[in-house]
């Protein structure tokens, strides 16, 4: 009797396994939007579409932002890159493959963009350690520009461990240090700096180096002799007498006209500050990676990697981990200039604003604040008023152009000259570049 009921429930199980075969064949393999970054941009952007199903062909996607066609750069089942019409108005975003459409996501339009003309100032994108003319010359993973007093630039040649200045002429010169790494006190090229970050010009016309893995601050004066302002060459933390005093992979230095040093001490996830007359104190942070708005250690940074003063005495911080943008007064006290914390890419009202690893900062004479954002391949611009817009830089890469039509390659630090033209470290692309106002 088993038998039997074995061999007549056996069809039975055949014919249910085969209409559950035939209900996954016809089950629908329909295109889905989970994801759209940045979901708020301008016209030309690079915006990521994540979902499930869609075309490998990329001309078998057609995407509309807004009901606007966006042309597709490229394509996967599972990410779509599309490039933001020029037309555009704010509204949903919808993607068509040959396996049905699906609408999903809002992408808002924001206003237009300042124009900013990208070119190559110096370097080829090919690492070398050339000086003469700018046409010639070859940089290696540049860290740092600033402003010379003479209009000049001042490159903070990472690694070829050299400090170098562009002159107004156009002449790639050294200054100190050689490609060899140490740490060595001594005139020009007989120099050795270890990994240098950046670099500022007093009035006086001294050179002060953030001396990363030395772990010190050195000075270079106008005739090229290097000594050591502070620091012990060991990395550690210390406040005190300056030839006692300790930082910990100190990443960007400024100068007030008072003659006082501030110091973005990376690793000690501080701000220090070195007087005039030779001593290491502590403005603000209290050692701890975290984040906290406060007085003096009462705050918290973590990894601030750029620094800038500007008119009134206050230090603007790119706080690199903790994606934001911090000031400190001149009596510590700390809060957030702009950023939500969290890692990403969204231009708009400051406080809503989101950056990849801020690593640099200047600021021009009209209070407009620049950031060299370093994974988002982009310059960010916060204005006196509160918003966040992207003025250069798009797609990883190394081209010149206008506005988010250029590319840059983890650009890491920001320098503004008197007539408003921004200049960039622009590290993977061995490149200084610069931008100048349409």
Same mark, same amino acid.
């Given at each position: 009797?088993?038998?039997?009921?074995?061999?007549?429930?056996?069809?039975?199980?055949?014919?249910?396994?085969?209409?559950?075969?035939?209900?996954?064949?016809?089950?629908?393999?329909?295109?889905?939007?989970?994801?759209?970054?940045?979901?708020?941009?301008?016209?030309?952007?690079?915006?990521?579409?994540?979902?499930?199903?869609?075309?490998?062909?990329?001309?078998?996607?057609?995407?509309?932002?807004?009901?606007?066609?966006?042309?597709?750069?490229?394509?996967?089942?599972?990410?779509?890159?599309?490039?933001?019409?020029?037309?555009?108005?704010?509204?949903?975003?919808?993607?068509?493959?040959?396996?049905?459409?699906?609408?999903?996501?809002?992408?808002?339009?924001?206003?237009?963009?300042?124009?900013?003309?990208?070119?190559?100032?110096?370097?080829?994108?090919?690492?070398?350690?050339?000086?003469?003319?700018?046409?010639?010359?070859?940089?290696?993973?540049?860290?740092?520009?600033?402003?010379?007093?003479?209009?000049?630039?001042?490159?903070?040649?990472?690694?070829?461990?050299?400090?170098?200045?562009?002159?107004?002429?156009?002449?790639?010169?050294?200054?100190?240090?050689?490609?060899?790494?140490?740490?060595?006190?001594?005139?020009?090229?007989?120099?050795?700096?270890?990994?240098?970050?950046?670099?500022?010009?007093?009035?006086?016309?001294?050179?002060?180096?953030?001396?990363?893995?030395?772990?010190?601050?050195?000075?270079?004066?106008?005739?090229?002799?290097?000594?050591?302002?502070?620091?012990?060459?060991?990395?550690?933390?210390?406040?005190?007498?300056?030839?006692?005093?300790?930082?910990?992979?100190?990443?960007?230095?400024?100068?007030?006209?008072?003659?006082?040093?501030?110091?973005?001490?990376?690793?000690?996830?501080?701000?220090?500050?070195?007087?005039?007359?030779?001593?290491?104190?502590?403005?603000?942070?209290?050692?701890?990676?975290?984040?906290?708005?406060?007085?003096?250690?009462?705050?918290?940074?973590?990894?601030?990697?750029?620094?800038?003063?500007?008119?009134?005495?206050?230090?603007?911080?790119?706080?690199?981990?903790?994606?934001?943008?911090?000031?400190?007064?001149?009596?510590?006290?700390?809060?957030?200039?702009?950023?939500?914390?969290?890692?990403?890419?969204?231009?708009?009202?400051?406080?809503?604003?989101?950056?990849?690893? %801020?690593?640099?900062?200047?600021? *021009?004479?009209?209070? #407009?604040? @620049? &950031? !060299?954002?370093?994974? +988002? /391949?982009? =310059? $960010?611009?916060?204005?006196?008023?509160?918003?966040?817009?992207?003025?250069?830089?798009?797609?990883?890469?190394?081209?010149?152009?206008?506005?988010?039509?250029?590319?840059?390659?983890? %650009?890491?630090?920001?320098?503004? *000259?008197?007539?408003? #033209?921004? @200049? &960039? !470290?622009?590290?993977? +692309? /061995?490149? =200084? $570049?610069?931008?100048?106002?349409?």
């Amino acid at each position: 009797m088993k038998k039997i009921i074995s061999c007549l429930l056996l069809p039975a199980f055949a014919l249910l396994a085969a209409c559950d075969k035939d209900d996954d064949a016809e089950k629908p393999v329909t295109p889905s939007i989970i994801a759209v970054y940045p979901s708020s941009g301008h016209p030309n952007m690079i915006i990521t579409i994540k979902g499930k199903n869609f075309s490998t062909i990329r001309a078998e996607n057609t995407v509309q932002l807004g009901g606007k066609a966006a042309v597709v750069i490229e394509a996967s089942e599972n990410a779509l890159q599309v490039v933001s019409p020029e037309d555009g108005t704010t509204g949903p975003v919808t993607v068509a493959t040959p396996k049905g459409t699906v609408t999903g996501g809002l992408f808002t339009y924001l206003p237009p963009l300042e124009e900013y003309q990208v070119t190559t100032l110096a370097g080829s994108g090919t690492a070398g350690s050339v000086d003469g003319p700018v046409a010639d010359a070859l940089f290696r993973t540049v860290q740092g520009v600033a402003i010379g007093n003479d209009g000049s630039v001042i490159v903070t040649d990472r690694g070829n461990n050299r400090i170098r200045r562009i002159t107004t002429a156009g002449q790639a010169v050294p200054i100190a240090g050689a490609t060899t790494a140490g740490y060595v006190n001594a005139t020009g090229a007989a120099a050795r700096f270890r990994l240098p970050w950046r670099a500022v010009e007093d009035a006086q016309g001294n050179i002060f180096v953030a001396d990363r893995d030395n772990h010190a601050i050195r000075k270079i004066t106008p005739a090229g002799v290097v000594s050591t302002v502070a620091g012990t060459g060991v990395s550690g933390f210390a406040d005190g007498d300056a030839s006692t005093a300790q930082f910990n992979q100190p990443l960007d230095i400024v100068a007030d006209a008072a003659g006082n040093l501030y110091v973005a001490d990376n690793n000690n996830h501080r701000i220090r500050k070195i007087s005039a007359d030779g001593q290491v104190t502590t403005l603000a942070g209290n050692g701890t990676p975290a984040f906290a708005n406060g007085t003096g250690t009462a705050a918290q940074f973590r990894n601030p990697s750029g620094l800038e003063i500007d008119k009134d005495g206050n230090l603007l911080i790119a706080d690199r981990l903790n994606q934001r943008i911090r000031k400190v007064t001149p009596a510590g006290v700390v809060t957030t200039l702009a950023g939500d914390g969290n890692s990403g890419y969204l231009d708009g009202d400051a406080a809503g604003a989101r950056f990849a690893d %801020p690593y640099g900062i200047t600021i *021009d004479g009209d209070g #407009n604040v @620049y &950031v !060299a954002d370093l994974n +988002n /391949h982009k =310059i $960010r611009k916060i204005s006196p008023d509160g918003k966040v817009v992207s003025i250069a830089g798009g797609a990883r890469g190394f081209t010149d152009g206008l506005g988010a039509g250029a590319q840059l390659n983890t %650009p890491t630090d920001v320098c503004v *000259d008197a007539q408003g #033209n921004v @200049y &960039v !470290a622009d590290q993977a +692309n /061995h490149a =200084i $570049r610069k931008l100048t106002k349409k």
